[in-house]
């Protein structure tokens, strides 16, 4: 018996065909399924066409059991009803085994993609932390920095006030020499009392100087900073 394609012989050699090489396809693909070449698209072609080839076996499926249910003799028609079916179970087979196959594909590579997606995020927020670390770093070498100058301004203020107060005894000493030198040679008292507030004069105008300088040491501290 012959179809638009072939004798009903010629048809199921070529489905027996396309058999061998959908099997050999698909355990192809299985044992990439594990190895270090999956999901970098040979896969992908290989399963088109085990797919394409399957679909082509199922197509000449169709074709003989036309082809068979013509066969004029019950024992040779009966023989190719069995031929027929075996082919077609096989390639049902297959399709369901390629099917599984592709269901597991898909979930790995939507793994895949969460493990990169969750990946980027870690880094994400690692760089973040990093960020959060550098400037904490910076504030605390700011502050060390201000303690620094605080502690060089609070020594330049007591080097001041230790020379200001040196000069003050120096200043007493004198005056007291003053004193008794005027009182040697019979100053008046009135010339006296002159000198010693003018004096106190003095020392008013020292402790301002002296709280003057004080006030613009920590002002240019603080405004450095």
């Known amino acids: 018996m012959e179809g638009g ?13 396309l058999l061998l090489r959908s099997r050999d396809g ?3 693909l299985e044992r990439l399924e594990y190895s270090a070449t999956a999901g970098t698209g040979a896969d992908t072609e290989l399963s088109f066409a085990v797919k394409k080839d399957i679909t082509q076996i199922q197509s000449l499926c169709v074709e003989m059991d036309r082809l068979w249910r013509s066969v004029a003799a019950k024992p040779q028609r009966d023989l190719w009803k069995r031929k027929v079916e075996q082919i077609a179970e096989e390639a049902e087979s297959l399709r369901a085994s390629l ?6 594909n898909q979930k790995r590579m939507r793994e895949a993609n969460e493990r990169a997606e969750l990946l980027g995020r870690a880094n994400g ?9 550098d400037e904490e770093a910076q504030a605390l070498h700011s502050v060390r920095t201000s303690a620094r100058e605080l502690e060089n301004a609070n020594a330049i203020g007591e080097a001041i006030l ?6 003050r005894e120096r200043l007493k000493s004198a005056h007291r020499k ?9 100053i008046s008292n009135s010339v006296l009392r002159l000198i010693e507030r003018r004096n106190r ?3 008013w105008i020292k402790y301002a100087g002296m709280l003057l300088t004080v006030i613009f040491l920590f002002a240019f501290v603080f405004w450095r900073h």
């Open 26 to 28: 698909l355990e192809r």
């Open 162 to 167: 230790s020379s200001i107060h040196g000069q």
């Open 5 to 17: 394609g072939g004798t009903l012989s010629e048809i199921h050699q070529s489905a027996k065909k």
């Open 99 to 104: 099917d599984k196959y592709n269901l597991r």
């Open 178 to 186: 003053a004193l008794d030198i005027l009182n040697t040679v019979g």
């Open 201 to 203: 004069v003095d020392q």
């Open 125 to 133: 927020d690692s760089a973040h932390v990093l960020r959060i670390f």
